[in-house]
């Protein structure tokens, strides 16, 4: 991922915008918007953007998922639902089993 970085005057001003600050180009076209990152959601961030770096890992196809879903829904309203039945349930889907 390439990067571009703040001069001292640039993260001064983002740091201390109250809302979102345009970014312009050398020629003056709008080419973003930027707002000061909260210190508390840099985690979060690190974590994206280490997912998005790596490898991309395969979805679970809807239909998979809506199974899932309607079985889970069978349990509850025939037995009722508890946390150890929806790891059950998971497991199951996991495994390849049909449910």
């Not at 707002?35 to 997912?51: F, I, S, V």
């Not at 009722?80 to 996991?94: A, D, S, W, Y």
């Amino acid at each position: 991922m390439q990067r571009i970085v703040l001069t001292d005057e640039q993260s001064r001003i983002l740091e201390n915008a109250k809302d979102k600050v345009e970014v312009y180009d050398s020629r003056g076209r709008l080419v973003s918007f930027l707002r000061w990152n909260d210190p508390r959601h840099a985690e979060a961030m690190a974590w994206h953007l280490h997912r998005l770096e790596g490898p991309k890992e395969p979805g679970v196809p809807s239909d998979r998922v809506q199974a899932f879903l309607r079985r889970l829904e069978e349990i509850e309203h025939t037995e009722g639902i508890t946390p150890e039945k929806v790891r059950e349930v998971l497991q199951r889907v996991k495994s390849g089993e049909a449910i």
